[in-house]
């Protein structure tokens, strides 16, 4: 039941995301789209009331109540993020808003946006820690909560792993071939014109 909640919460942010999106640019009714964009965190409300019935109930706390936390974290940390991306698209292609701002491909300000990125996961990974955390406490000493120690572990990893995808955005920045730098132009031999 709670596998088919989360999906039903993801197809949900995504039914709202357009609902409300249609209903700002398209019916030029920005107030009520905005109120139905609003109502984008009461899915993650609801999954998270449920999987703690579930677990109270006496389910076995199991992987898919870690999936319920990492998915209830990915949303805390990502879904502003997704909304104002999906929204800058939308609004130029249909209400001829500018076009969405791409983010930076080359050198330091890549590997900042990359940073920030990372930031965003940490996030993901301490919210849904946390509720794991919760969860554990919630089942108590009686029952079984090492999936859920699992499924920290896994927050970490992912943690672990888009950091050091990050890092070499830092170390090995990508140069852009449109722009030399004073020290190439300067090493570069003089240009012969013809008189």
């Excluded at 919210?127 to 108590?140: D, N, T």
Aim: proline share 5%; glycine share 10%.
């Amino acid at each position: 039941m709670i596998v088919a909640l989360i999906v039903a919460c993801e197809v949900g942010f995504w039914v709202l995301l357009a609902l409300g999106l249609a209903l700002r640019y398209l019916a030029r009714m920005p107030r009520t789209g905005a109120a139905v964009l609003l109502m984008e965190p009461l899915l993650e409300l609801v999954l998270l009331i449920v999987t703690a019935i579930d677990l109270k109930n006496g389910a076995t706390a199991d992987g898919k109540h870690g999936l319920a936390a990492v998915y209830i974290g990915f949303t805390v940390a990502y879904g502003h993020y997704t909304i104002k991306w999906v929204d800058g698209h939308f609004a130029h292609r249909f209400a001829g808003g500018p076009p969405p701002v791409k983010p930076p491909r080359y050198g330091l300000a890549r590997a900042r946006h990359e940073g920030k990125l990372w930031v965003r996961t940490v996030v993901m990974a301490a919210v849904a820690a946390a509720l794991l955390q919760i969860a554990s406490w919630y089942v108590g000493d009686g029952g079984d909560t090492r999936s859920l120690h699992e499924w920290q572990l896994t927050a970490l990893r992912i943690v672990a792993v888009h950091g050091v995808i990050a890092l070499t955005y830092l170390i090995w920045q990508k140069k852009d071939p449109g722009r030399t730098t004073a020290g190439e132009e300067a090493a570069r031999p003089p240009q012969k014109t013809l008189s």
